[in-house]
């Protein structure tokens, strides 16, 4: 049994569950869900370091060299790379991630009456990952645990 999402919906994905309240068993559910999601998030987040060294200026232990604004972090592009950068870090965003759920079917049916019954107000992008996540779960549940593709 396997969810799939592109790896750009990880990040939005574990935000909008953590805004999730959510009781007992369907609470145990949620979080357990965001940790298979964070785990692909965080593999995603070193690749797309790994990725940034290619175009980027790295230092003597071969660290992005990075510079922060307004709480911003920025990245040193190498000459004429950044282009070529962006278009790969779009390739990589918009690779489909697949988690596995065979462990954690017994906590399905919990993290749907979580969602459903979930009182967080949503709106943008959190209501659509939200719709997309409800979607995909509803259509594994009735098909008996099949694989859903975005």
Same mark, same amino acid.
């Given at each position: ?30 979080? /357990?869900?965001?940790?298979? #999601?964070? @785990?692909?998030? *965080? ?8 990725? $940034?060294? +290619? &175009? ?24 004429? /790379?950044?282009?070529?950068? #962006?278009? @790969?870090?779009? *390739? ?8 596995? $759920?065979? +462990? &954690? ?46």
């Amino acid at each position: 049994m396997k969810i799939e999402f592109y790896n750009a919906e990880l990040k939005p994905m574990i935000e909008m569950l953590m805004g999730v309240k959510a009781k007992g068993r369907n609470s145990r559910a949620v979080s /357990k869900f965001v940790k298979l #999601v964070s @785990a692909k998030f *965080e593999t995603y987040a070193k690749d797309e370091q790994e990725l $940034l060294k +290619e &175009y980027c200026l790295v230092d003597d232990s071969g660290e992005l060299v990075t510079t922060t604004k307004e709480g911003n972090t920025f990245v040193s592009w190498l000459s004429g /790379k950044q282009s070529e950068a #962006v278009i @790969a870090q779009n *390739e990589l965003a918009n690779e489909k991630n697949v988690i596995d $759920l065979t +462990e &954690y079917e017994p906590h399905l049916k919990h993290l749907i009456v979580a969602l459903d019954e979930s009182d967080a107000f949503l709106s943008g992008v959190e209501a659509q990952l939200y719709d997309l996540l409800l979607d995909k779960l509803e259509d594994i549940e009735n098909k008996g645990g099949k694989k859903y593709e975005n």
